[in-house]
């Protein structure tokens, strides 16, 4: 076990490359699954998520080559082996392997997801359109059981917007008999790209982007060729980072449009944004930051995979702003460790309120979640002294290379190794 280590204060210049989409590649790893014939992924982001559906589709026969970037799946020899414990339990996105194995085999057992602690994220929606396309779901042991004897083609209408769900029953109604139409679809960018792989492959699929999804059933899949769309998260975690410390930091290989909602807070906030066609130049505000309210909302509103990023750089900004988290309630773990740092911070209800300037100085933290992680980072960088960040798993999860790309804009961030005392003391604070 590691921990990251960051002296804060230095200002941050240069460019950094944003990876591919951590939120599409959990999708798109799993979509190859339908295929009869070889996938390749190019520009996958080099993170533990990947790295563990790699595992995945190893277990149940794939064959994975996985390098600089590249991924080439030959699913021809996969089987419908149950993974109902191991690597799946770590994965919070695993759910897709439902979809992608009930499209390919009519039958699934899947463990129930891990990954980050943000509460419950249920699949209800999930069930209720693998439900309508004919399969019966069962919760046993901690796994979930899917099985049908053929799946055809529904109007699915879901309850509450969601991503997980709209991805989940795409896959399993590309490969399904007759026209599946999915309505309050998600719009967010990774589905279109998984649409857009899907249909590389042979799918047809129309209104992928918009709130109703029109799906024609087909027999077969092909392999084909995809390139992953640049990760918004990323990209507008660094955007966050060169309005905090910035002095020109250029962040390349981005689709401004993906991050728009955020763009236009860090310009009412202060921070000097120049867009280009698929760079964004982000500098320091001259003057002071001023405060701001935020409330996250679906795809195109602000991301919540975005709030706990931006609350560190609210604790520099005058006044007092309120961050509020309409998506998951339980994503404000990250707010008692900015309290160790010095922010003046409180949560009330699904907000958090912050008052602002204040001065952080370097502390012992630990990041409970992938986002929380980035939060605590983007502090460290802020505060005076230096910051010991503890956890540096969950970043790992989903930032390809945040230290080496850190260093390459000035920062100050280095790994070391727990000792024996901090791995006991660590294990201990996870319980």
């Given at each position: 076990m590691e921990k990251l280590l960051i002296e804060g204060g230095h200002s941050l210049s240069g460019s950094v490359q944003v990876s591919g989409a951590k939120n599409s590649a959990v999708a798109l790893i799993p979509a190859t699954i339908l295929a009869d014939s070889p996938v390749t992924i190019d520009q996958l982001p080099d993170i533990s998520d990947v790295r563990t559906l790699c595992r995945l589709l190893r277990e149940i026969g794939g064959k994975i080559t996985f390098q600089e970037n590249t991924l080439i799946v030959d699913p021809r020899e996969m089987v419908d082996m149950p993974l109902p414990n191991g690597s799946v339990k770590k994965l919070r996105a695993s759910y897709y392997l439902m979809g992608a194995m009930l499209g390919r085999f009519h039958k699934?057992?899947?463990?129930?997801?891990?990954?980050?602690?943000?509460?419950?994220?249920?699949?209800?929606?999930?069930?209720?359109?693998?439900?309508?396309?004919?399969?019966?779901?069962?919760?046993?042991?901690?796994?979930?059981?899917?099985?049908?004897?053929?799946?055809?083609?529904?109007?699915?209408?879901?309850?509450?917007?969601?991503?997980?769900?709209?991805?989940?029953?795409?896959?399993?109604?590309?490969?399904?008999?007759?026209?599946?139409?999915?309505?309050?679809?998600?719009?967010?960018?990774?589905?279109?790209?998984?649409?857009?792989?899907?249909?590389?492959?042979?799918?047809?699929?129309?209104?992928?982007?918009?709130?109703?999804?029109?799906?024609?059933?087909?027999?077969?899949?092909?392999?084909?060729?995809?390139?992953?769309?640049?990760?918004?998260?990323?990209?507008?975690?660094?955007?966050?980072?060169?309005?905090?410390?910035?002095?020109?930091?250029?962040?390349?290989?981005?689709?401004?449009?993906?991050?728009?909602?955020?763009?236009?807070?860090?310009?009412?906030?202060?921070?000097?944004?120049?867009?280009?066609?698929?760079?964004?130049?982000?500098?320091?505000?001259?003057?002071?930051?001023?405060?701001?309210?935020?409330?996250?909302?679906?795809?195109?509103?602000?991301?919540?995979?975005?709030?706990q990023p931006l609350t560190s750089l609210l604790t520099q900004a005058g006044g007092t702003s309120i961050i509020t988290d309409t998506i998951y309630g339980a994503r404000f773990k990250h707010i008692d460790e900015l309290r160790r740092m010095g922010a003046n911070v409180k949560v009330e209800g699904r907000s958090a309120i912050l008052s602002g300037p204040a001065g952080l100085e370097g502390a012992r933290v630990r990041a409970t979640d992938l986002r929380a992680g980035a939060s605590l980072v983007i502090a460290g960088l802020i505060a005076s002294g230096i910051t010991e960040i503890v956890g540096v798993e969950h970043i790992d999860r989903g930032y390809d290379h945040l230290m080496e790309k850190l260093r390459g804009i000035g920062a100050h961030i280095w790994r070391e190794p727990l000792l024996d005392d901090e791995v006991r003391e660590s294990l201990k604070e996870q319980e």
């Open positions: 699934a057992v899947i463990g129930l997801p891990g990954g980050c602690n943000l509460g419950p994220r249920p699949i209800d929606q999930h069930i209720k359109g693998f439900e309508a396309l004919g399969a019966r779901v069962t919760n046993e042991r901690g796994a979930i059981y899917l099985r049908a004897e053929e799946l055809n083609g529904a109007r699915i209408y879901l309850d509450v917007v969601s991503v997980g769900a709209t991805i989940n029953i795409m896959l399993a109604a590309v490969r399904a008999k007759g026209q599946t139409i999915i309505e309050n679809a998600a719009k967010e960018p990774e589905i279109i790209d998984v649409a857009t792989l899907l249909t590389s492959m042979g799918a047809k699929i129309k209104g992928a982007g918009t709130d109703v999804i029109r799906i024609e059933g087909v027999d077969t899949l092909h392999g084909c060729r995809h390139m992953i769309i640049p990760d918004r998260i990323e990209a507008g975690t660094f955007m966050i980072i060169g309005a905090a410390e910035g002095r020109e930091l250029l962040i390349d290989n981005v689709i401004p449009q993906h991050v728009e909602s955020l763009t236009a807070k860090l310009l009412e906030m202060g921070a000097d944004i120049q867009v280009g066609e698929d760079q964004i130049l982000v500098s320091k505000s001259r003057g002071h930051l001023k405060s701001a309210d935020v409330k996250t909302l679906v795809y195109p509103g602000f991301p919540t995979d975005l709030q």
